[in-house]
T-cell receptor, first 112, second 115 residues
Framework: SQQGEEDPQALSIQEGENATMNCSYK?????LQWYRQNSGRGLVHLIL?????REKHSGRLRVTLDTSKKSSSLLITASRAADTASYFC????????????FGSGTRLQVQP | DGGITQSPKYLFRKEGQNVTLSCEQN?????MYWYRQDPGQGLRLIYY???????QKGDIAEGYSVSREKKESFPLTVTSAQKNPTAFYLC??????????????FGPGTRLLVL
């Protein structure tokens, strides 16, 4: 079963603009991760945020986590055409199960 | 050159046929996973294994089987009982860290099509 929803399902922006994607989940988590998928390819890990963290940065990426609202956001600053991809949030529950539960993803198109 | 490989890239299945998807990793990871992705959707967990000779069902295990005879290998068999097997199959592996927080590394995927 899908863990939750991502919003928006699709996003189209111009190069240089910021892109924000949101993710909601249903259960208590150990951590939340964001992955990127280029069309027809495997997934690439972007960033991990633990349940006791509220914000994390990595290069042009900024992730926030609000465990009280069971939600997270991914911000990509100064987007580039090469950022065009699908972005997925995935959660690891605090039950000890290590496998990821994915959201439905946001398809980002960055126009040059 | 370390990584996780999947083969074949494309696989065609005839009615009533079992097919096996290969997944190999040389990252010395303890855990391996199989996910299914349908068009425009996120990934759903089929099976996972945290140690050799042991594996657990995921959320959509019906019609699939796996084995973990070697640490490096985690093949997935799509049986004839899986009535709608057309999908993109992704294998992943990870370490197992105390307290969790592992990153999963994904293979390039196998696209399974039914003839």
């Amino acid at each position: 079963s899908q863990q939750g929803e991502e919003d928006p399902q699709a996003l189209s922006i111009q190069e240089g603009e910021n892109a924000t994607m949101n993710c909601s989940y249903k259960t208590s988590i150990n951590n939340l991760q964001w992955y990127r998928q280029n069309s027809g390819r495997g997934l690439v890990h972007l960033i991990l945020i633990r349940s006791n963290e509220r914000e994390k940065h990595s290069g042009r990426l900024r992730v926030t986590l609000d465990t009280s609202k069971k939600s997270s956001s991914l911000l990509i600053t100064a987007s580039r055409a090469a950022d065009t991809a699908s972005y997925f949030c995935a959660t690891v529950p605090d039950t000890g199960r290590r496998a990821l539960t994915f959201g439905s993803g946001t398809r980002l198109q960055v126009q040059p | 050159d370390g990584g996780i490989t999947q083969s074949p890239k494309y696989l065609f299945r005839k009615e009533g046929q079992n097919v096996t998807l290969s997944c190999e990793q040389n990252l010395n990871h303890d855990a391996m996973y199989w996910y299914r992705q349908d068009p425009g959707q996120g990934l759903r967990l089929i099976y996972y294994s945290q140690i050799v000779n042991d594996f657990q069902k995921g959320d959509i295990a019906e019609g699939y089987s796996v084995s973990r005879e070697k640490k490096e290998s985690f093949p997935l068999t799509v049986t004839s009982a899986q009535k709608n097997p057309t999908a993109f199959y992704l294998c992943a592996s990870s370490l197992l860290l105390a307290g969790g927080g592992e990153t999963q590394y994904f293979g390039p995927g196998t696209r399974l099509l039914v003839l």
